[in-house]
């Protein structure tokens, strides 16, 4: 509760004053989704880092990485369409809704196939493969399901509905570590298995209750002129999510489990920053939207950087107090990593400012620059989390250089972001694309 207020006059500054009734409820509800969210997810994060081993955490952690960068590819970004229709055509859920399930089945395959070439790769004799495409079936076809029915429920201004189911399936996820904790089941094997059937559970829920009644219907020519967006903002997601996932499986392969599960839990945390901003940057980019096509003046990018940063870097240290208060509350593991957690003080604000910037450029309709940024800050961060690796195997070194590593990819974002894409003027292709806008909202936790 102590965001709300700050975000509260900071999106009445974002649009001049000009909130409507309504759109404050809605942001109330995209608000209260994920504040209830973020409770949730820390009640799940804290459980399952003490009913698991430091090193079976840390493989748990990068498998579930792997998954949700898979479950990007899983229906090859059709769900884009699928909300851009809700949002304007809710006529035609049912012609969308058939084209992504159409789209899934034809994905599911190349996820599997993906999915069984990294097991080989990386993780054998660190987790059976049941139980890593346990995992990975949990993120791609469950939790890709639950997000489907929250996105397709925004769309339709069922923000309430939508922020209830982001707060049910956290809610699950909660209950299913705390029996496992309860139950003292620490192999990873039962675990995936729980973890899929919780995910499994919420998610045919989700589907029966809450999804829109209407009629799926056959119509590729209708798709057909979605394919080629919806391929674009899959290719963006999978790359924003490498570049902000795939660094736990990278410390996995080359520092080992121990580093890795260190590492995970750290930047779970960091992670948890960034929730309490979703809700306002999904209300921001639609005001970006509505003004643009206005032809108002939508220049607030360095005022939102301020607001970010300094709510990731309040929300870092709260985190630092608390969990000085009560170490034993949080279990060996989570004390043991978050004794370097005050050494991570600037990477959260970094990487929040970089995920702004994606979310900008998506409100802008840049999606070209959007995939060249997120594919070049991909591949930099590995490069550099990969030389830090090899100069030091000490944790405590490499979290302090690790706030130059962010600092970097922030000053390469910002450059391209401000710089070359929003600088220049917008030629015919921005027409272009103006008319063909596809609706992207992430609710991954």
């Not at 079936?137 to 769309?155: P, Q």
């Not at 960091?270 to 901003?277: E, I, K, N, R």
């Not at 939508?298 to 969990?323: D, M, R």
Request: with cysteine.
């Amino acid at each position: 509760m102590v965001f709300q207020p700050l975000f509260q006059k900071a999106s009445l500054a974002m649009v001049n004053a000009g909130l409507t009734a309504q759109r404050a409820r809605d942001y109330s509800s995209l608000f209260t989704g994920q504040l209830g969210r973020l409770v949730f997810s820390l009640i799940y994060f804290i459980t399952l880092a003490k009913a698991l081993s430091l090193e079976n955490f840390g493989v748990f952690a990068t498998t579930s990485a792997i998954g949700i960068v898979l479950s990007r590819v899983m229906g090859f970004g059709f769900i884009s369409p699928l909300y851009r229709i809700a949002t304007v055509r809710p006529r035609l859920i049912g012609v969308y809704t058939t084209g992504y399930l159409a789209a899934a089945a034809v994905s599911l395959p190349l996820v599997l196939l993906i999915a069984w070439s990294l097991h080989a790769l990386l993780y054998t004799g660190l987790i059976t493969l049941a139980a890593f495409l346990a995992v990975i079936l949990a993120e791609v076809v469950c939790w890709r399901t639950l997000e489907m029915t929250i996105i397709v429920n925004h769309g339709i201004n069922r923000f309430l509905v939508g922020s209830s189911l982001a707060i049910a399936g956290g809610a699950m996820k909660a209950a299913a570590a705390l029996w496992a904790y309860s139950q003292d089941i620490a192999d990873l094997e039962t675990w995936a298995l729980l973890y899929l059937c919780s995910n499994a559970v919420v998610a045919v829920v989700a589907l029966m209750f809450f999804y829109p009644r209407m009629r799926l219907r056959w119509a590729p020519k209708a798709w057909a002129g979605r394919a080629r967006d919806a391929i674009g903002v899959s290719a963006a997601e999978v790359l924003f999510y490498i570049q902000a996932e795939m660094d736990k499986v990278l410390v996995l392969a080359l520092g080992g489990e121990m580093t890795a599960g260190l590492y995970a839990i750290i930047m779970r945390i960091v992670d948890l920053t960034a929730m309490p901003l979703r809700a306002f940057s999904t209300m921001m980019i639609q005001w970006i939207m509505h003004a643009r096509n206005e032809g108002k003046d939508t220049n607030i990018g360095w005022k939102v950087e301020l607001l970010v940063a300094a709510t990731s870097t309040v929300a870092l240290l709260a985190g630092v107090v608390l969990l000085s208060l009560a170490p034993d509350l949080m279990g060996k593991n989570i004390t043991t990593a978050t004794s370097f957690l005050a050494l991570f003080l600037l990477v959260p604000a970094f990487r929040n400012i970089i995920e702004y910037h994606t979310e900008l450029l998506y409100a802008h309709e840049r999606m070209a620059p959007r995939v060249w940024l997120l594919a070049g800050l991909g591949i930099l961060k590995g490069a550099l989390l990969a030389l830090l690796l090899g100069l030091t195997s000490d944790f405590a070194t490499m979290a302090l250089w690790l706030n130059a590593v962010f600092f970097v990819l922030y000053g390469v974002s910002a450059y391209v972001t401000y710089r070359k894409v929003l600088g220049a003027p917008a030629g015919p292709q921005a027409v272009s694309n103006r008319r063909n806008t596809s609706g992207s909202v992430p609710v991954n936790d």
